[in-house]
């Protein structure tokens, strides 16, 4: 655990015995630590230049409302020619939070020690008292109407141990959630797509984000959960700009090499290439894939996929109404064919699940699992620090 405040090194010092001190050790034995031990790096006020070095190798960053992080300071950015800034201006939280930089925004050192212990709670292993709240209340958070968003958080809360979720990287990839949490006091990691976030479509962000949260739960031999509600990868010319075609492999080429329990959960949702991504590549790759009665799947969404296979057929149609008609019963024929129960009774998927036996399905699938072997050493050689 660091607590990084400070301004970096000082250029100006004389009473030194080297010249440039590139041979100081310190960075590389910090970095060394990636993947051996959890790294918490805790932050109030100014960190700049080596400091904000150090805090960027970390698995996660607290971070208090006054900081402001950057890797050169003032007296850096003056030095180089580019301006004279006041350190306020430099790296404030509401640009780190939204960048992904910090991982858990607090409004104090006291809040921010708290979240540090919470979040290395988790890889202290399984507690023996927890709480949950009444499963009966899954149910009802999807709505009837398929075409109406939801909060996936009133899902993760009710899901989880009471008390027990620390959601990382909240303002940043808000199409993705990552987060700790607990399942009958055994510590999981959460995936879950967003519906209120481009209707949890992945953009390069949210694949940045899962990608890296399923390396540090790998590295640390953390189950996962995931919560699948996606049309797929996002598209268009725009998300083209951002390097998509790379960012959301990643999701793959982590999700298919990681070797601790999955567990996936189709809330609605299951489309294309986002929903294999988020399932380390397949349906059949999770120890368990499941979905509750809400589940549809797709190679697409239903409704592009009427419109593109059947462009000729419904331009033919004069009437505007009969058009509509014919289109609206394409799309029902479709959601029958992708129902969630008729893609488990072709053995896609494992299950289709009363949402009140989710808590069952994961904690049965970790009881089950054989534990991870005793380590020496690193299990992967670090830990992303995007």
Known sequence: MFFTEGGGGRPGDTDMMGVSGLDCLAFMYFAELSGLVPIVGVNAGYCFAGNAAI??????????????????????????????????????????????????????????VAAAKQYLGYFQGAVPDWQFADQRELRHVIPEDRKRSYDVHQVIQRLFDTGSVLELRRDFGLGIVTAMARVEGRPVGVVAN??????????????????????????????????????????????????LVRHCSRLFVTGANITVPVVAIVLRKSYGLG?????????????????????????????????????????????????????????????????????????????????????????AVLEAAPPPPARQGKKRPNIDTW
């Open 55 to 112: 805090l960027g190798c970390c698995d996660v960053v607290i971070a208090t409302a006054d900081s402001n992080i950057g890797m050169g300071g003032p007296a850096m950015i003056e030095g180089g020619g580019l301006g004279v800034f006041d350190p306020h201006d430099i790296g404030p939280m509401p640009v780190q939070q939204a960048n992904g930089v910090v991982d858990i925004a607090v409004p104090d050192e006291a809040s921010a």
């Open 194 to 243: 967003n519906p209120g976030h481009l209707a949890g479509a992945i953009d390069s962000d949210g694949a940045d984000k899962a990608a890296r949260f399923l390396q540090l739960c790998d590295a640390f031999d953390i189950p996962v959960v995931t919560l699948v509600d996606t049309p797929g990868m996002m598209v268009g010319p725009e998300v083209e700009k951002t390097a």
């Open 275 to 363: 929903a294999q991504a988020m399932m380390g590549g397949s349906t059949k790759a999770p120890h368990a894939c499941v979905a509750w009665p809400t589940g549809e799947f797709g190679g697409m969404g239903l409704e592009g996929a009427v419109r593109l296979g059947y462009r000729n057929e419904l331009a033919a149609i004069a009437d505007p109404d009969e058009r509509d008609r014919t289109f609206q019963q394409m799309v029902d024929r479709m959601y029958e064919v992708g129902k969630a129960v008729n893609v488990a009774s072709h053995f896609e998927i494992d299950d289709v699940i009363d949402p009140a036996d989710s808590r069952r399905w994961i904690s």
